[in-house]
């Protein structure tokens, strides 16, 4: 069970007991048996050759591999996706997902999608998923006194009532309200008075604990921005959004007063199908070459983190990162 919204495994990727032996949390593909590639549930893949050379493929539960009812052939949407991609001049990658791959044909079970090529091919070692190194303090960071600081939301109810699942856009539960001023007074709260500007998510649960956490750590006068990047991948109802007008009549004075609404479209949160890995690549491009200030911290979501990071954090966890995510 996710906990990041209690229901679908789609959310995040395995514990190192779930992974197959040959992985080592940076590489997202692998050749098989000559010619059958891997990707695990959560990862992406780039397919050498293109969607002509896709024999068949499968999703499923890794246990039973081609099995009927363990999994299901999505040949024809693997194609289709890819030959999209290359019309978009974009590159030919799948992503192993319920939401990219349209279906969960094993719900509750950590999946593998399988691709057949027709003709064998070596991946080069660039493709694998390459991550940066997270690290439990800016003083640990290469790049200091220049840095990233990336923290997940405090509780929400979708996290402990899996009723709450199929809600969208779920505020902070009593007790996470509570993470999130005790973390604003620890280490992280620290951390925040230190920084250049805070980027969170426009979800509820991000935008309540960056208040929270900014009020708490007695940085209030902090530099906030809104952004639709730094907003969770989708797996559920709970991850859709408030369109931007009913948000700005719901927060406080303090949350309308941050940057970035002028740039919010009024629907900012990404749908069913989204593929998140082109957000990450964006969201890291943006960070790279957009944000000119020294030291930020990211308020967000486990799973699209986890997706960015390789690290799945805990409620009001955080990690620091080179400043140009290396």
Known sequence: MCPSCGGSTDHRSPTDDDR????????????????????????????????GNILRAWYGNPELPWQDGAGEMCTDILVRKLEERAMAQKPTVVVASNSWLGFDPAPGV???????????????????????????SPAEV?????????????????????????????????????QAWAAGRGPLGALLRSVDLVVTSPLKRAMETTALLLESAEAKDTRVMVHAGATERF??????????SELLNDVSETIREWEGWDMLPERWWPE?????????????????????????????????????????????????????LA
């Open 272 to 324: 069913a199908g989204e593929d998140a890995w082109d957000r990450v690549d964006a969201f890291t491009e943006k960070i790279r070459r957009e944000l000119p200030e020294e030291r930020i911290a990211f308020v967000g979501h486990g799973a699209f983190w986890e997706m960015l990071l390789g690290r799945y954090l805990g409620n009001c966890e955080h990690v620091c990162c080179e400043r140009l």
């Open 20 to 51: 197959s032996p040959t992985d080592d949390g940076e590489e997202a593909d692998r050749l098989g048996d000559g010619t059958t590639l891997e990707c695990w549930e959560g990862d992406r893949s780039r397919i050498p050759g293109g969607a």
């Open 235 to 244: 797996g559920a109802p709970c991850d859709e959004g408030t369109p931007k």
């Open 110 to 136: 950590y999946k593998v999608l399988l691709v057949e090529l027709k003709m064998p091919a070596a991946l080069p070692a660039e493709l694998g998923m390459k991550r940066p190194h997270a690290f439990d």
């Open 142 to 178: 290469p790049s200091a006194p220049q840095w990233l600081l990336f923290t997940r939301h405090a509780q929400a109810g979708h996290n402990v009532d899996k009723a709450l699942v199929q809600r969208p856009d779920n505020p902070l539960t009593e007790v996470g309200r509570a």
